[in-house]
């Protein structure tokens, strides 16, 4: 029977309505492996960044070593005293070794300046805070004045916490 439909229209359109949802779902599951992958390689990225990130010389000495020996290990070609990364490796370790001898013997003046540089920057607060309040051109009296000197009498005193002055 030539020209026949075999199937009702709502049994094409059920078909059509599952075929449909199969899509859909599998158009989903491709988009979350593809956020998955993605969030990976974010997350990898990171990692390979914060490696290559410092803020102390220690801190980027021990960085360095662990770079060097990757590196070396990935291609070990060379006898390893021939070789630059494992050398320099090598080198970054001796040298967070001798870190603490040297920084011992300079610790004290350190402290001592870090103290004068603290006393210093306090100065620097407490002196805003006393020109701020002599530069009051304000009435004697009211809401401004209290503002403007509040800011002030905390700049001047140094027992201020700067999370309690703000937490208001």
């Known amino acids: ?3 026949q439909k075999t199937k009702t229209d709502r049994e094409e359109y ?3 309505e599952l075929e449909r949802e199969r899509n859909d779902r599998r ?3 491709e988009h979350e492996r593809d956020l998955a992958n993605q969030r990976e390689k974010e997350r990898r990225y990171k990692a390979e960044r914060s490696y290559r990130q410092a803020s102390t ?3 980027a000495l021990d960085k360095q070593a662990s770079l060097m020996c990757r590196e070396y290990n990935q291609y070990p070609e060379e006898p390893k005293e021939e070789d630059m990364f494992w050398t320099g490796a090598e080198a ?3 040298a967070l070794a001798i870190w603490p001898e040297e920084a011992g013997k300079v610790e004290k003046e350190i402290e001592q300046l870090l ?3 603290e006393k210093l920057r306090q100065g620097v607060v407490e002196a805003v805070g006393i020109r701020l309040e002599a530069e009051w051109t304000g009435q004697d009296a009211g809401s401004g004045r209290a503002g ?3 800011i002030a009498v905390s700049l001047k005193d140094p027992e201020t916490d ?3 002055w703000l937490d208001w």
């Open 57 to 59: 010389w220690p801190e």
């Open 92 to 94: 970054c370790k001796r």
């Open 162 to 164: 700067l999370d309690s």
């Open 1 to 3: 029977m030539y020209g």
């Open 148 to 150: 403007w000197m509040g």
């Open 14 to 16: 059920l078909e059509y």
């Open 27 to 29: 158009l989903a599951e």
């Open 115 to 117: 103290e004068r540089v």
